[in-house]
């Protein structure tokens, strides 16, 4: 039995005055006691997003419902949805107990009831014994525990983080990736959290959305979208690709680079103009005579872990690769790549349009026995 989202949105777009539409007719589910992010670049819609769950803006058409029922007129105040701001949005002026307890307060709990809550979240967050630190007395990873605490203190059914790492520094930012995540796993509650950053997305992520220009690109696991990019704008945005134009010449068979591939996939036109996407790590430098295809050496970068080589085909295609081994600029060299190294990709092909390619395929494959 599927289980019931507990945030839908159906059809929704948000359009101020004569201005192209910020989320255009966008339906999605959401499933409780999930880690789920919305990735993409600024302006892509992200943050309105998570403003129409919150409640803080309304939909200019379409319907959001909560455990399903509409939602779209009720006020942020009566949704069981709380929310980390990017700037943290604490009170200078007031403790971290009393800044964990504010929302506590205004709901009028009892003070027994309120001292155990706020130092249950506060040792959620590993901040047990900070509770009359002054909040100007704190380090930004410590401001953001404070956030975070004071979010899940009121037992929300949603916690909507928006941005919330983006003013940590690099060393921190990966630890609190980490808190973040572990933290999610303990409370079970459903988190929604926005950021530009892919890496970011793929580490901590149940399921990711990655949007542009108001729509939803393509949803899926972190090694769905990663592995399997429904287009040129995903492949690109996640991660590093090599991006190749190519021919569909039948199923199981593509080329590219002046010569003929093995792959894995199917379904397509013959002979139908498509991209090809080969990650930089999955390919193998080796001998010419070795490889799956001859590169001459144009650049290379040392990245600590391993090199980043840049390489020319004799078609004109250019590629990189990501490879312990150290290459010589100007020298020929192969690399070598498997056919499940090859993810064929329909020129601007929607995730509807993928959804549906694929029901028909077997659907003619199911008649076909």
């Known amino acids: 039995m599927a289980k019931k989202p507990i945030i839908q949105f159906n059809h929704v777009m948000k359009q101020f005055d004569d201005d192209a539409p910020v989320l255009d007719h966008v339906s999605f589910e959401i499933e409780k006691g999930k880690f789920y992010t919305l990735l993409g670049p600024s302006g892509c819609g992200k943050t309105t997003i998570l403003r129409l769950i919150a409640g803080f803006t309304e939909a200019t058409s379409g319907d959001i419902l909560f455990e399903g029922k509409k939602i779209n007129h009720v006020p942020a105040n009566k949704r069981p949805i709380n929310t980390v701001f990017q700037d943290y949005a604490l009170f200078p002026h007031l403790n971290v107990y009393e800044n964990v307890a504010f929302g506590l307060r205004i709901k009028k709990v ?19 014994g900070y509770e009359n630190r002054e909040i100007t007395d704190m380090s930004g990873g410590q401001k953001q525990r404070v956030a975070i605490a004071r979010a899940i203190v009121n037992e929300p059914a ?21 808190e973040l995540r572990e933290l999610q796993r303990r409370l079970g509650i459903t988190f929604i959290f926005v950021t530009h950053d892919q890496e970011e997305a793929l580490a901590m992520s149940d399921e990711i959305f990655v949007l542009n220009k108001g729509k939803i690109q393509q949803s899926g696991t972190p090694n769905d979208i990663y592995d399997e990019p429904i287009n040129r704008f995903v492949a690109d945005f996640i991660g590093e690709s090599n991006i190749i134009r190519a021919t569909m010449i039948q199923d199981f068979l593509v080329e590219f680079a002046g010569k003929q591939f093995e792959c894995v996939d199917q379904g397509m036109d013959p002979n139908e103009a498509v991209e090809i996407v080969i990650r930089p790590e999955d390919m ?20 600590g872990v391993h090199y980043e080589i840049t390489c020319m085909d004799d078609t004109g295609n250019e590629w990189l690769v990501q490879s312990t081994k150290k290459a010589t600029i100007g020298e020929e060299i192969g690399l070598r790549f498997t056919p499940e190294d090859i993810h064929v990709m329909r020129l601007n092909e929607s995730e509807e349009d993928f959804d549906r390619r694929l029901d028909a395929y077997s659907e003619d494959e199911n008649d076909a026995k």
């Open 110 to 128: 009892k003070k027994a009831d309120m001292d155990a809550k706020v130092k249950e979240a506060l040792s959620f967050v590993n901040l047990k």
């Open 284 to 303: 193998e430098i080796t001998s010419v005579e070795q490889g799956s295809i001859r590169v001459t050496v144009q650049a290379q970068l040392f990245r």
């Open 158 to 178: 949603i916690i909507l983080l928006d941005e919330p790492l983006s003013a940590l520094d690099l060393k921190l930012r990966y630890q609190m990736q980490y």
